[in-house]
């Protein structure tokens, strides 16, 4: 095992010198970067940061879209014995700034897009993108900056000398080294600096491929931020250490098109992003005039695998595997909860959807299902299995305890907030002992998550303990479970579900962004207009129907329209801390407004 980043980097590079490592298509033609390649460029920025005054721990920002700028300068950050600190791109002004802030950084690289959102407390800023040597050669002076050093990112190679060399040639990055400061989820206001050691990393790195099996044969598609730990580590690290090549994506448009020319073996994704492209594949049928052909495929392979357990659903599919390249070994799903319902359908169409579960603070995963192609082929143990993240991985435990103050008792229910131990765990919270002392019990971190386990060791998520909800009765409300449910309709886009304060009783209340396309389609096939009234029954009737197959108390008191999307992170989750204490819905702004949601970090 390595334990080190730089270490992995440099056996990888050994054992696939002239392999392509990552690579990303840039405008007709791909950019592209060889295992040897990789190192090369990581230890001249390495060298060329200690040239311009990197000390062992300093800090380094990377705020900038995923690219190959990216992943060299983690590396190169690495190698120097710095820490990196990734924060999203796409957050205001003031957000980042924190960020930068509150994690002592004094380099950063920064895309061309970001310079405007930053102040002038940092040092060093090496700049990606096709604007930043046009203003270099034009003198500089991108904005209002006295003391920092600018330059693109492709000057900073330069920079190195001799001396830089040798003292990088002379630094030995230890196990124990802190290796980033990750944000968690939320604004960075609320979001915690979680603070992972090399060895952190390298332990995930190691256990991962004993339960998905990910090897120098696999091709993987980026399609996730790089500063979320689950890309960071399992589209980053993970494949670079075991010499599988990249390729990276930031247009979801452009994923089909991607898929069918690189020919991807591996992707790994988000509930939101599987759900989208299921969504795609059933309107691209519709469009084609093919809908009734389609769902009659599935039915085909659904009594086929329900009789026999054989999927044929490569064979009925066959042009959908093609479109996707021909090559797909499995999908996995992390950073949220999966809709059973959505792995099945994946399934149905012949290919695999492997759940994992973990956080940053556990670098990040915890819990993965195994990849077993024979029995996706030839049993149902898959469909036995849906719903389930997995067993933990191989040096991890993961066990459960009461959580009193929400009534709830492993011995009672069954059920119980989820810890964990393992070599993957966190150092602790970045300047922030507090919390760190709440989050820990010995070893094990209390990971917030409830969740039950069955006698052969597979856990199964229920909600966040936090979010549980406590009715007046007693009974317990997982808004997860509700929201998954009302999620399924065509019409509902978005959903969250909340508890509220009403003449000091606790109501529960679905707030709903309706599907544009979705409530189109239905009223037009029902001869309506698409007026706030229709609009309205058809959302509240949809809701009744689902929630027709809940018990009676976790069925949401009331239904609360919004026009615009609910605020998400940037995996594509409702960001609940954010969410406003109503909402208002005007016909007009819903039309005009963006599906795309507010992204946060």
């Not at 952190?200 to 996730?224: H, Q």
């Not at 695998?305 to 044929?312: A, T």
Request: with cysteine.
């Amino acid at each position: 095992m390595q334990l080190t980043i730089p270490l992995a980097l440099d056996e990888s590079a050994r054992r696939y010198e002239n392999k392509t490592a990552f690579q990303m298509k840039v405008g007709r033609e791909f950019r592209r970067l060889t295992f040897g390649e990789l190192r090369q460029q990581a230890r001249a920025f390495g060298s060329a940061l200690l040239a311009m005054g990197l000390e062992r721990g300093d800090k380094v920002g990377i705020v900038c879209e995923n690219g190959l700028e990216w992943i060299v300068g983690y590396l190169g950050i690495s190698c120097a014995g710095g820490v990196g600190v990734p924060v999203y791109y796409d957050l205001k002004a003031q957000e980042i700034d924190d960020a930068l802030r509150r994690a002592d950084t004094r380099f950063a690289i920064v895309s061309d897009k970001v310079l405007p959102k930053l102040s002038d407390h940092l040092e060093t800023l090496f700049v990606v993108g096709p604007g930043a040597e046009a203003r270099s050669a034009s003198g500089g002076g991108f904005f209002r900056r006295a003391r920092a050093r600018v330059l693109p990112f492709e000057e900073a190679f330069a920079m190195a000398t001799h001396e830089s060399d040798a003292a990088l040639a002379a630094t030995e990055v230890e196990p124990e080294d802190l290796a980033s400061i990750v944000y968690t989820s939320g604004t960075t206001g609320g979001a915690k600096g979680v603070m992972l050691r090399q060895s952190n990393f390298m332990s995930n790195v190691e256990a991962v491929p004993k339960a998905l099996t990910v090897g120098p044969t696999d091709s993987i598609l980026l399609l996730l931020p790089l500063h979320h730990s689950y890309p960071f580590t399992v589209e980053f690290l993970l494949p670079m250490s075991v010499g599988a090549t990249v390729t990276i994506e930031n247009d979801l448009v452009r994923i089909r098109d991607r898929m069918a020319e690189v020919k991807p073996t591996v992707l790994l994704g988000v509930p939101a992003l599987l759900d989208i492209m299921q969504r795609a594949v059933r309107a691209q049928a519709d469009a084609q005039g093919r809908g009734q052909t389609f769902q009659k495929g599935l039915d085909i392979v659904r009594r086929v695998k329900q009789r026999s357990g054989l999927n044929i659903g490569p064979i009925i599919f066959r042009e959908l595997h093609q479109r996707l390249g021909g090559n797909i070994r499995f999908f996995a799903s992390g950073g949220a909860a999966l809709n059973p319902d959505t792995a099945l359908n994946f399934h149905l169409l012949g290919i695999p959807v492997l759940q994992g579960w973990g956080l940053t603070e556990t670098s990040p995963i915890v819990c993965a299902q195994r990849y077993y192609p024979r029995r996706f082929r030839f049993t149902n143990y898959y469909e036995r299995q849906l719903g389930t993240v997995g067993k933990a991985l191989p040096g991890v435990d993961v066990d459960l305890i009461d959580v009193p103050e929400k009534g709830i008792h492993v011995k009672l229910h069954g059920e119980g907030e989820l810890i964990a131990r393992g070599p993957n765990v966190m150092k602790g919270y970045w300047k922030a002992e507090a919390e760190t002392q709440a989050a820990m019990i010995g070893e094990w971190f209390r990971t917030g998550d409830v969740g039950r386990m069955d006698k052969d060791g597979y856990v199964f998520i229920t909600g966040r303990s936090k979010y549980v909800i406590v009715l007046e009765s007693g009974e317990k409300v997982h808004p997860d479970e509700v929201e998954e449910r009302l999620q399924t309709s065509p019409v509902i886009e978005d959903v969250c579900v909340v508890s509220r304060k009403v003449r000091d009783k606790t109501q529960m209340w679905a707030i709903v962004y309706p599907n544009q396309a979705g409530v189109t389609e239905r009223l037009a096939g029902d001869n309506h207009e698409v007026d706030e009234t229709a609009l309205r029954e058809l959302v509240e009737s949809e809701v009744d129907r689902l929630e027709g197959t809940l018990a009676p108390y976790k069925r949401p008191t009331r239904l609360v329209l919004t026009d615009a999307p609910l605020p998400k992170t940037a995996l594509r989750k409702v960001a609940r801390e954010q969410l406003a204490d109503d909402y208002a819905f005007d016909l007009k702004r819903w039309q005009e407004s963006s599906p795309d949601g507010v992204v946060s970090q």
